[in-house]
């Protein structure tokens, strides 16, 4: 283990944790990775080991029998696991978004009988805020719940569910017209269980995931379209008992997954300047190894400057949060700097690499088809900059 990306002020809990995942990332899934990313295999061995090691409880708190860690350790523990394959990443990813919005915004009886099996990894959680015709516009959302007694009838389409046909619960976002005098009041986040699998749901009337969507990297993990068609739910299964208040409990969500993306952006990064730094040192061009050329020694100095810094970027982001203080300045800046940087280290690995860079047999290959879908996930850089952008301007606004 090289001296980057290491963080300060570690507890003896958290350093037993990041070796633990850190042995298990070595282990059992850099050596199968790429074989299984070539296949498009879902990882059913890694994602059992992964539920032996109580990662799906990580931050659920203790009382309902998760590990009550922060949001910093969870996010060190993602970089990690990207080290060794960005997609179960994604798979940890999306769980640990609806447990932190179960845990900060449900009814108690949704904690006491979600929490404990998601701790268990019995329940997996996906959440769904996109659809076909918007992305981060969320106030253009179509999709649809209308109030029936003590249902709600949900009618639409949503799009880029990560985990859609393994998860077996959907937190979803849907327009409910029912309290506010903008977009933002009148969305609702429902808490739909389903049974796992593609097609028509037997377990919910109306619900049908259709299948994978085919992509060009992040393989593995299934990201799929949901379709609703008067689709009942239970008024009780609204994420906190009160329609209204779903776009608030949405961004919480995402504020926590912008972090998560830095750490796998950051997780990606070192991966490949790991590659890299173990290429030069092998192969030989004009009688001597290429690390040895001086162009090649300042790729790899700025490669691994890029690295450190956003490592540091996403701690501060993640302690920010878990101070309790706002943190959607730092976590949109850890965001856009760790997902640009890790698309530059990939690619100056990958031109380390040389031709065999472009050859399957090699990993850089398949980080080099990862590292964009880190550039749009949680958001793109220019949604990342106009957020940092406008906090800045509250932060600094000259009286007038």
Same mark, same amino acid.
């Given at each position: 283990?090289?001296?980057?990306?290491?963080?300060?002020?570690?507890?003896?809990?958290?350093?037993?944790?990041? =070796?633990?995942?850190?042995? #298990?990332?070595?282990?059992?899934?850099?050596?199968?990775?790429?074989?299984? %990313?070539?296949?498009?295999?879902?990882?059913?061995?890694?994602?059992?080991?992964?539920?032996?090691?109580?990662?799906?409880? @990580?931050?659920?708190? %203790?009382?309902?029998?998760? @590990?009550?860690?922060?949001?910093?350790?969870?996010?060190?523990?993602?970089?990690?696991? =990207?080290?060794?394959?960005?997609?179960?990443?994604?798979?940890?990813?999306?769980?640990?978004?609806?447990?932190?919005?179960?845990?900060?915004?449900?009814?108690?009886?949704?904690?006491?009988?979600?929490?404990?099996?998601?701790?268990?990894?019995?329940?997996?959680?996906? &959440?769904?805020?996109?659809?076909?015709?918007?992305?981060?516009?969320?106030?253009?959302?179509?999709?649809?719940?209308?109030?029936?007694?003590?249902?709600?009838?949900?009618?639409?389409?949503? *799009?880029?569910?990560?985990?859609?046909?393994?998860?077996? @619960?959907?937190?979803?976002?849907?327009?409910?017209?029912?309290?506010?005098?903008?977009?933002?009041?009148?969305?609702?986040? #429902?808490?739909?269980?389903?049974?796992?699998? #593609?097609?028509?749901?037997?377990?919910?009337?109306?619900?049908?995931?259709?299948?994978?969507?085919?992509?060009?990297?992040?393989?593995?993990?299934?990201?799929?379209?949901?379709?609703?068609?008067?689709?009942?739910?239970?008024?009780?299964? $609204?994420?906190?008992?009160?329609?209204?208040?779903?776009?608030?409990?949405?961004?919480?969500?995402?504020?926590?997954?912008?972090?998560?993306? =830095?750490?796998?952006?950051?997780?990606?990064?070192?991966?490949?300047?790991?590659?890299?730094?173990?290429?030069?040192q092998q192969r030989s061009t004009f009688g001597k190894k290429i690390a040895e050329h001086q162009a090649i020694q300042f790729k790899l100095a700025e490669m691994a400057t890029k690295v450190e810094a956003a490592h540091q970027m996403m701690v501060m982001a993640a302690r920010k949060k878990d101070s309790g203080e706002r943190n959607d300045l730092e976590a949109g800046m850890a965001k856009y700097l =760790?997902?640009?940087?890790?698309?530059?280290?990939?690619?100056?690995?990958?031109?380390?690499?040389?031709?065999?860079? &472009?050859?399957?047999?090699? %990993?850089?290959?398949?980080?080099?088809?990862?590292?964009? *879908?880190?550039?749009?996930?949680?958001?793109?850089?220019?949604?990342?900059? *106009? $957020?940092?952008?406008?906090?800045? @301007?509250?932060?600094?606004?000259?009286?007038?």
């Amino acid at each position: 283990m090289g001296r980057l990306a290491q963080t300060d002020g570690l507890t003896e809990i958290q350093r037993d944790i990041l =070796a633990t995942v850190r042995d #298990f990332v070595d282990k059992e899934i850099i050596p199968v990775a790429t074989e299984l %990313e070539h296949k498009d295999e879902y990882p059913t061995a890694i994602v059992e080991g992964m539920k032996q090691l109580g990662l799906f409880g @990580l931050t659920i708190p %203790e009382e309902y029998g998760g @590990l009550g860690e922060s949001l910093l350790t969870y996010a060190l523990v993602v970089e990690e696991i =990207a080290r060794g394959w960005m997609s179960v990443s994604g798979i940890v990813n999306t769980h640990f978004i609806v447990a932190h919005m179960i845990n900060a915004h449900g009814t108690q009886e949704q904690k006491d009988y979600f929490l404990p099996k998601m701790a268990a990894g019995e329940i997996r959680g996906a &959440f769904s805020m996109s659809e076909p015709a918007l992305g981060s516009d969320v106030a253009a959302i179509s999709t649809k719940g209308v109030k029936d007694g003590d249902f709600y009838v949900l009618n639409g389409q949503k *799009m880029w569910l990560t985990n859609g046909g393994t998860s077996t @619960l959907v937190a979803v976002l849907c327009k409910t017209d029912e309290g506010g005098n903008t977009p933002y009041r009148n969305m609702t986040t #429902f808490l739909i269980e389903k049974e796992a699998g #593609f097609g028509p749901n037997p377990k919910v009337p109306g619900l049908t995931v259709p299948g994978k969507i085919e992509k060009m990297g992040y393989k593995g993990v299934d990201t799929t379209e949901l379709v609703l068609q008067d689709v009942r739910i239970p008024a009780d299964r $609204i994420l906190g008992g009160v329609p209204g208040k779903g776009f608030y409990q949405m961004m919480d969500g995402v504020e926590v997954g912008r972090v998560n993306v =830095a750490a796998r952006g950051c997780g990606v990064a070192r991966r490949a300047f790991e590659l890299g730094i173990s290429y030069a040192q092998q192969r030989s061009t004009f009688g001597k190894k290429i690390a040895e050329h001086q162009a090649i020694q300042f790729k790899l100095a700025e490669m691994a400057t890029k690295v450190e810094a956003a490592h540091q970027m996403m701690v501060m982001a993640a302690r920010k949060k878990d101070s309790g203080e706002r943190n959607d300045l730092e976590a949109g800046m850890a965001k856009y700097l =760790a997902s640009e940087y890790c698309k530059e280290v990939v690619e100056d690995a990958f031109r380390i690499h040389g031709g065999y860079g &472009f050859s399957k047999e090699y %990993e850089i290959e398949r980080l080099y088809r990862e590292a964009p *879908m880190l550039l749009i996930g949680e958001g793109t850089a220019e949604i990342q900059k *106009m $957020i940092v952008g406008r906090r800045l @301007l509250e932060e600094y606004r000259i009286a007038e």
